[in-house]
């Protein structure tokens, strides 16, 4: 029986076929792969969804309508049990204007856009709002599709706690313990949902809601590990792709995926440190030294020092500002300039010169649902190392080469314990049509330059990848590089893409 109410059986497009198409519609190199007809406005196709208002908790904005898609619980069972998707569409502002659907491909993994044509949507140039109807989803797993949980403690969910923090002597004894921990009560309180939950099974899930909307090809938004749940759709579903844009991509090699993101941290934050340092150092409410040399062993001596010495914190979970609490708070913090002031503030109260800001409460409801789709998504695309004396030589050696990130981006997590993986990983190639633009910011923390680099070598003549000369995380409408942003509203709204790769 169906998990949820109202649900409708649809059939899965067969990847064979997808395959099989897949070498005969490569476009010319440069090609912008429009659809045909794509000077003239397409009419919204009729679509099976029953759309109505959103959750409160999605939106307030009533031009935004939300619908379920039906998916099968296991695709080598289609007609079997069906769960549930949630997507969100905001129709074309100018329907004269309207070329199909640009489907926003959340990061995460366990992030939602089912806000985002109206959050993140609402940066988008206007040409683009005319241009297409913007759509976003929970995946499945997320709260507002069929949930899972791992069931957690409250001090398990914060983002400190989350990521393999080393102890400040180098061992990862605490971490083999969290990592176990986890596994344990994923394994006891996920049900079936959670088995099915990777990247191959998204990028079926994406297609099904394709058919749901009625139409024969989708554009793409994705930003972040929504460019390789995007690179994979691309790859078994080439045909059913339009204009196609990768926002911030990681490293797809099939051997790492998701471990190979993690470690890329200690890349990304070293490229990104010196935009904050140079930012400390100007005259203002944050300066915290005198030149920008100064900033980085600033940020050294205090994270040692909290290591020792925590400072009390009021209603935050952990009650405390320590260590990891300050690195935690650097890496999240270097995603865009706006939130440089917040790693600022908690430097400046680690020296008795500001106050602790209030702490925000935790959304346990939602990270419940969020730390089960990002560790099944993570531990179920690929296997993990099991030796926990790998694990240990690889921290001392990151925290030798990258100590701002003290090891963490190479130690043991849950995946290390979790049961092995049911599917193979996706190989992105560059057996496709020629329509991916790519887009990257040069200082990015999280998808370092390095990452994208070689997801475009992945992707060959597939993609042009424009690289941007900024700091963050995410591009697109993020940056406000007026060049990046016009490359890409240019190759969505007019099909033009540049001819080589390029900088802006």
């Known amino acids: 029986m169906p998990i949820n109410r109202r649900r409708s059986t649809l059939l899965a497009a067969p990847l064979v076929a997808a395959a099989a198409l897949a070498s005969t519609l490569v476009a010319a190199p440069g090609a912008g792969a429009a659809a045909p007809g794509a000077g003239a406005a397409a009419p919204a196709p009729a679509s099976s969804l029953d759309w109505t208002a959103c959750a409160p908790d999605v939106t ?3 031009r935004l309508r939300c619908a379920e898609v039906a998916v099968p619980l296991d695709y080598d069972r289609p007609r079997g049990e069906q769960i549930t998707l949630t997507v969100s569409r905001l129709r074309s502002e100018r329907p004269e204007s309207r070329r199909g659907v640009l489907l926003m491909i959340p990061g995460g993994p366990g992030g939602s856009s089912l806000d985002g044509p109206v959050k993140r949507g609402a940066k ?52 083999v313990a969290f990592g176990r921990s986890l596994a344990d009560s994923c394994a006891r309180n996920g049900d079936k949902v959670l088995r099915s939950i990777s990247t191959r099974t998204e990028a079926r899930d994406i297609d099904r809601i394709r058919q749901a909307l009625g139409e024969r090809k989708l554009s793409a938004w994705g930003v972040s590990y929504g460019t390789y749940a995007g690179a994979v759709y691309a790859q078994l579903f080439p045909h059913r792709t339009d204009r196609w844009v990768l926002d911030s991509s990681g490293d797809p090699d099939p051997k790492r995926v998701g471990r190979g993101w993690l470690a890329n941290y200690s890349r990304g934050v070293e490229d990104a440190f010196p ?38 914190w009021k209603n ?22 706006d939130r440089f ?5 908690l430097m400046l109260a680690a020296q008795g010169k500001a106050e602790l800001p209030a702490a925000a409460p935790l959304p346990v409801d939602v990270l419940q649902s969020t ?29 030798e080469r990258y100590p701002l990130t003290a090891g963490m981006p190479v130690n043991v997590m849950t995946c290390a314990f979790w049961d092995a993986p049911q599917q193979r990983p996706v190989r992105v190639t560059d057996e496709g049509p020629s329509n991916v633009l790519m887009i990257q910011n040069l200082r990015d923390p999280s998808t370092p330059h390095a990452g994208g680099l070689r997801m475009r070598r992945a992707l060959g003549d597939r ?19 007026a060049c990046g942003d016009r490359t890409v509203t240019d190759y969505l709204v007019n099909g033009e893409r540049p001819a080589h790769d390029t900088v802006c």
């Open 341 to 345: 002031p917040r790693i600022a503030q």
């Open 371 to 399: 730390t089960a789709v990002s560790a099944a998504t993570l531990c179920n695309d690929v296997s993990w190392p099991r030796s926990l004396s790998r694990y240990q030589r690889d921290v001392a050696a990151d925290r």
């Open 60 to 62: 307030q904005d009533p």
């Open 275 to 312: 935009d904050f340092a140079h930012w400390a150092a100007q005259p203002g409410e944050f300066r915290l030294a005198e030149t920008p040399e100064e900033v980085r062993p600033l940020f050294l001596k205090l994270a040692a020092q909290l290591d020792r010495e925590p400072i009390p």
């Open 463 to 481: 993609a042009r990848l424009v690289t941007v000369d900024a700091v963050g995380h995410g591009s697109y409408v993020n940056t406000g590089n």
């Open 316 to 337: 935050a979970t952990p009650a405390e500002l320590n260590g990891d609490v300050l690195r935690t708070t650097l890496l999240d913090g270097l995603y865009t300039r």
């Open 124 to 175: 988008l140039p206007q040409s683009v709002r005319d241009a297409y109807d913007v759509v976003g989803f929970a995946p499945r797993g997320l709260t507002h599709s069929t949930p899972v949980s791992c069931e957690l403690p409250t001090a398990s969910l914060t983002p400190v706690a989350l990521r393999p923090w080393p102890a400040a002597d180098g061992s990862i004894e605490r971490n």
